[in-house]
């Protein structure tokens, strides 16, 4: 049996990571909370590692079956037994470097603290280097909050949580750190254009569900994305997303200077990733113009006077 090695810290936080299979990145990700007195981790039934991992690095583990990150999310602000007031919630394959957690304890433990939650900046690894241009840098995110004054809402695919309260933000980055294999990265973008495009379709028809993010420009970050994906990004032609995108950020937005990773990953994100959407929404179309070509009016047969047969179709006589 291992060796349990989660001695906890004395900050009044909770800690919350959303895992499934996430062995390869976890066991970092809770080692860099450690001053945190309480880990929670949400885990959708695990086949690998992950659970053993996450008990001998002493947190608590709760089995929730995955339907979507803001339920996920939700699910856990409402049923987990929270310890401590403050909550900070992680992806598994994201670290807190020891100046932001210094800062965090920073602010939880003031007493006249006035903010109901923090923005944190999010620092991008990949392939070993920080992406810092292209648009990547600073990525600001509530992370940090007091678990009655939020609940997460949707922005597209992703997630968002609404704070109810004053907002402040904490300058040091953490760091997303993903060790899993390039595979993974593509298999999850597939995942995600499948449900973009399901996204789009439904909105054609005028079915789709209510975003609870406003698109305001003069608004929070998370706003104003939702405002330039509504008013600017959705009319554009399918085709020509992918082409504005890349330029605007490996080219306009500097990407370039990330060098050879920058180049891989703006080929990926900035060009492939729409591109994909994009395709699969015209994929979509087609099936649904085949469909309805072959849901014709159905045909009735009525008797002719002559001992043969007139063949009269709906909407004629």
Same mark, same amino acid.
């Given at each position: ?200 379709? /439904? %909105? !054609?028809?005028?079915? +789709?569900?209510?975003?609870?993010? @406003?698109?305001?420009?003069?608004? =929070?970050?998370?706003? #104003? &994305? ?60 087609? /099936? %649904? !113009?085949?469909?309805? +070509?072959?849901?014709?009016?159905? @045909?009735?047969?009525?008797?002719? =006077?002559?001992?043969? #047969? &007139? ?7």
């Amino acid at each position: 049996m291992p060796e349990r090695t989660g001695a906890r810290g004395l900050v009044s936080v909770s800690v919350v990571v959303l895992t499934r299979n996430e062995a390869p990145n976890l066991e970092e990700c809770l080692g860099s909370v450690r001053w945190a007195s309480e880990a929670l981790v949400v885990d959708s039934f695990s086949t690998d590692a992950t659970v053993e991992i996450a008990e001998r690095l002493g947190a608590r583990v709760f089995l929730h079956a995955f339907e979507a990150c803001a339920d996920q999310w939700n699910w856990a602000l409402d049923n987990l037994p929270f310890s401590n007031e403050w909550v900070l919630v992680l992806d598994a394959d994201e670290r807190i470097p020891q100046p932001l957690a210094a800062k965090i304890a920073a602010a939880v433990g003031d007493p006249a603290q006035a903010c109901a939650g923090f923005y944190l900046r999010r620092r991008l690894w990949f392939m070993g280097r920080w992406l810092r241009h292209g648009g990547l840098y600073p990525a600001w995110i509530m992370r940090l909050f007091k678990r009655d004054a939020g609940r997460f809402g949707r922005h597209g695919v992703s997630e968002h949580l609404i704070l109810n309260g004053q907002a402040g933000y904490l300058l040091d980055p953490f760091d997303h750190r993903d060790n899993k294999p390039l595979y993974d990265w593509i298999q999850r973008h597939n995942r995600y254009s499948e449900l973009e495009a399901e996204e789009h379709a /439904a %909105a !054609s028809q005028g079915k +789709s569900q209510a975003h609870s993010i @406003a698109g305001r420009l003069w608004g =929070s970050q998370a706003e #104003r &994305k939702q405002w330039i994906k509504l008013r600017v990004w959705g009319r554009l032609p399918l085709f020509v997303r992918p082409f504005l995108l890349f330029c605007r950020n490996y080219i306009l937005k500097g990407g370039l200077l990330d060098g050879r990773q920058g180049f891989i990953y703006h080929v990926l994100w900035s060009f492939w990733y729409p591109f994909l959407i994009s395709v699969k929404i015209i994929e979509k179309r087609v /099936a %649904a !113009s085949s469909l309805a +070509s072959l849901e014709l009016p159905a @045909a009735t047969v009525a008797p002719k =006077s002559g001992g043969g #047969r &007139k063949v009269i179709r709906a909407g004629t006589s």
